[in-house]
């Protein structure tokens, strides 16, 4: 029994796939909260073959370099920017992520994000709970349309073609920005490729769809709100670093821009800075993305899923140093 593999798993996860490591391996789950600290983490890899982590466990080379017997990290998600992909490759540690199970799941709340802002529906549901519905007013919690509009997407992978399907039902115009062309997304899609710059000036609505990486950090900035139109509306379900949080709170404030829905912050897991939050025309959520009942178990079995095939020398299905097995 003890030859079993150790699988290590940092948040507690959807049952399925806690089920489905028993089936092969032994789990070693870390409790419900808080989660692992970095010395306690490298404490439990001392002696785990695999590792199934979380945007929020910091990745890095000494805790790689603890898990002596470590041969996979599974990231419990489709960015990986929290994990040294070089520490783990020297070392040929398979490193795994979830992509496709969190797409629409991401695109939806993409879209939330997007009709709560330019609707101002977290306001609304506060003045009506709050007993200020006393009269009505033809100027009361004037948002924007959305129906008809154009929303610019930054970034052209899964999440970003996704959330360019659902703007067609609302009739908007689609421009995107991405570092190559896609003539069959925009064959499909009947979306328009263009610069940042004007896509940044043309857009109603922006919305991110970029990993987080050395190009993407504080890709928009200053320079880049003030290029928007003074009603535009910002959406981040990306990775908060991808933009200046600080010039975005200011940008807000001086009315450089419309608003913001954001689902992403430039730190996590905590709430972010008051400055950003007082604000009427933001609206918040705690990185719920992917955060649907379908959308984590599909994630978990993922995961799982690589796990199983490198601890059995196979080539995993979703491997991001495709160096190791080639
Ligand atoms: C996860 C995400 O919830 O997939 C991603 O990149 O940000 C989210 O789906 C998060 O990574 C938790 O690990």
Redesign the pocket.
């Known amino acids: 029994h003890s030859l079993r593999p150790k699988v290590l798993v940092t948040r507690e996860i959807p049952q399925p796939a806690l089920d489905r490591i028993k089936e092969f391996a032994r789990l070693d789950l870390w409790p419900a909260f808080p989660p692992p600290e970095k010395g306690e983490l490298q404490r439990m890899l001392a002696d785990a073959d695999a590792l199934l982590c979380?945007?929020?466990d910091p990745i890095d080379d000494d805790v790689i370099e603890a898990g002596k017997k470590l041969r996979v990290i599974a990231?419990?998600?489709?960015?990986y920017d929290n994990i040294d992909i070089a520490a783990a490759t020297r070392r040929r540690i398979a490193v795994t992520n979830?992509p496709d199970a969190?797409t629409e799941a991401?695109a939806d709340l993409a879209f939330a994000l997007l009709l709560a802002t330019a609707r101002n529906l977290i306001a609304a549901d506060r003045f009506t709970r709050d007993g200020f519905w006393i009269a009505w007013h033809p100027q009361l919690l004037l948002g924007r349309d959305v129906f008809g509009s154009t929303l610019g997407i930054v970034g052209l992978g899964r999440i970003g073609e996704a959330v360019a399907r659902r703007a067609r039902g609302f009739n908007m115009h689609v421009l995107y920005t991405a570092r190559r062309r896609n003539p069959k997304a925009e064959a499909e899609l009947g979306i328009e490729y263009c610069t940042l710059e004007e896509l940044l000036r043309r857009s109603d609505f922006v919305s991110l769809h970029t990993p987080l990486t050395l190009e993407t950090r504080h890709l928009i900035g200053a320079k880049e709100l003030n290029m928007m139109k003074p009603t535009a509306i910002l959406i981040n379900t990306a990775r908060g670093g991808v933009v200046d949080q600080e010039a975005l709170t200011e940008a807000l404030q001086q009315g450089v821009i419309g608003g913001a829905g954001l689902d992403v912050f430039a730190e996590e897991p905590v709430a972010p800075e008051e400055a950003l939050l007082e604000l009427p025309n933001v609206v918040v959520s705690p990185?719920i993305?992917?955060?649907t009942v379908e959308a984590r178990t599909r994630?978990g079995l993922m995961a799982v899923e690589n796990i199983q095939a490198v601890l059995e020398g196979r080539r995993p299905p979703n491997l991001v140093n495709s160096e190791l097995f080639s």
């Open positions: 979380m945007i929020t990231n419990y998600g489709v960015g979830t969190l991401t990185h993305g992917s955060a994630m």
